[in-house]
């Protein structure tokens, strides 16, 4: 590892909410040898209308704690949304309480989706942009006191007439909180998609980003946006090649080499790869030495 990208992991087996695949989906993340962990906490039940339920927070605790890996971080909600009108105030309830959870279970980051929605009547995207600086900036202090960073993760298009900020925008949302415990999170295959749904340049999304960002999900695809929204196997989407597919490093067509051959990230920033491990666990040990690769390769050109 190097200053700029100083642990490598996986995402575990997000569980069905009673916490019985926990323990085994952390194990086999530690068995790989990778030192960072993202848990998909959304998944467990540990949060009730903004507030923590104590006793599954503790069984979850019991659990974490026999596992040693140099970073720890919690994915948000899936639905987090602070540009999202209607439910604002309990969105921000919620990511309180996954900040105090972060700081409860030691995880040092919490990814945060970036926002959209349809435009009201009379709104601008300036309105909505607003509303989620805001949001970030007020949940920033929080994070300072829990010694936690919210990575903002950069989404692409869902729906049509959605508005949903570029890769750039979000780089541009970070710099305007100005603070350190809001970074921004490269997710490289929704950029791809996102770039090729506005015909953006993919790689130049990819540099603005790179400066301000703080963690990193990395997983393979073409880049294509969903062309078709029916699939009876995730397998055929594989085939096809469509859509978000979290792919094993080198199943997709993102060029790897040479964007970490040009990016240099914040310090202390880590690589998680978002592979599906229920269908790619044979994929994992292939994935994690390519990725250390990859970050020697970042280690290489900021020592030069």
Same mark, same amino acid.
């Given at each position: 590892?190097?200053?700029?990208?100083?642990?490598?992991?996986?995402?575990?087996?997000?569980?069905? #909410?009673?916490?019985?695949?926990?323990?085994? !989906?952390?194990?086999?993340?530690?068995?790989?040898?990778?030192?960072?962990?993202?848990? #998909?906490?959304?998944?467990?039940?540990?949060?009730?209308?903004?507030?923590?339920?104590?006793?599954?927070?503790?069984?979850?605790?019991?659990?974490?704690?026999?596992?040693?890996?140099?970073?720890?971080?919690?994915?948000?909600?899936?639905?987090?949304?602070?540009?999202?009108?209607?439910?604002?105030?309990?969105?921000?309830?919620?990511?309180?309480?996954?900040?105090?959870?972060?700081?409860?279970?030691?995880?040092?980051?919490?990814?945060?989706?970036?926002?959209?929605?349809?435009?009201?009547?009379?709104?601008?995207?300036?309105?909505?942009?607003?509303?989620?600086?805001?949001?970030?900036?007020?949940?920033?202090?929080?994070?300072? #006191?829990?010694?936690?960073?919210?990575?903002?993760?950069?989404?692409?298009?869902?729906?049509?007439?959605?508005?949903?900020?570029?890769?750039?925008?979000?780089?541009?949302?970070?710099?305007?909180?100005?603070?350190?415990?809001?970074?921004?999170?490269?997710?490289?295959?929704?950029?791809?998609?996102?770039?090729?749904?506005?015909?953006?340049?993919?790689?130049?999304?990819?540099?603005?980003?790179?400066?301000?960002?703080?963690?990193?999900?990395?997983?393979? !695809?073409?880049?294509?946006?969903?062309?078709?929204?029916?699939?009876?196997?995730?397998?055929?989407?594989?085939?096809?090649?469509?859509?978000?597919?979290?792919?094993?490093?080198?199943?997709?067509?993102?060029?790897?080499?040479?964007?970490?051959?040009?990016?240099?990230?914040?310090?202390?920033?880590?690589?998680?790869?978002?592979?599906?491990?229920?269908?790619?666990?044979?994929?994992?040990?292939?994935?994690?030495?390519?990725?250390?690769?990859?970050?020697?390769?970042?280690?290489?050109?900021?020592?030069?």
């Amino acid at each position: 590892m190097n200053e700029f990208i100083s642990a490598i992991g996986f995402c575990n087996r997000t569980g069905k #909410g009673d916490l019985s695949s926990l323990d085994a !989906s952390l194990r086999e993340i530690a068995d790989t040898g990778a030192d960072a962990c993202e848990i #998909g906490i959304y998944g467990e039940e540990i949060i009730s209308r903004g507030r923590l339920i104590e006793d599954r927070l503790q069984r979850v605790a019991d659990i974490t704690r026999k596992y040693h890996f140099k970073k720890l971080s919690l994915h948000g909600q899936i639905v987090s949304n602070f540009m999202d009108r209607q439910h604002h105030d309990l969105q921000k309830k919620v990511v309180r309480a996954m900040l105090e959870l972060c700081d409860r279970l030691g995880a040092g980051i919490l990814v945060h989706h970036s926002g959209a929605a349809q435009l009201a009547a009379g709104e601008s995207a300036a309105d909505l942009d607003k509303m989620e600086r805001d949001a970030l900036a007020e949940m920033s202090d929080i994070a300072k #006191g829990y010694g936690v960073r919210i990575a903002l993760e950069n989404i692409f298009t869902t729906e049509t007439g959605q508005y949903r900020q570029t890769p750039s925008q979000v780089a541009e949302t970070v710099r305007s909180i100005g603070s350190d415990n809001v970074v921004a999170l490269i997710d490289f295959s929704h950029a791809y998609i996102e770039a090729t749904h506005r015909g953006l340049d993919f790689r130049e999304q990819l540099r603005a980003m790179a400066p301000v960002a703080g963690h990193l999900h990395v997983h393979d !695809s073409f880049g294509l946006p969903y062309s078709m929204n029916r699939f009876y196997h995730p397998a055929e989407a594989t085939a096809l090649g469509i859509g978000d597919l979290h792919l094993p490093i080198g199943w997709g067509d993102i060029p790897w080499d040479d964007i970490f051959a040009e990016l240099i990230f914040l310090p202390d920033t880590a690589l998680i790869m978002e592979i599906n491990a229920e269908r790619f666990a044979d994929q994992q040990p292939a994935s994690l030495e390519r990725a250390r690769r990859l970050a020697t390769v970042v280690g290489l050109r900021s020592a030069a």
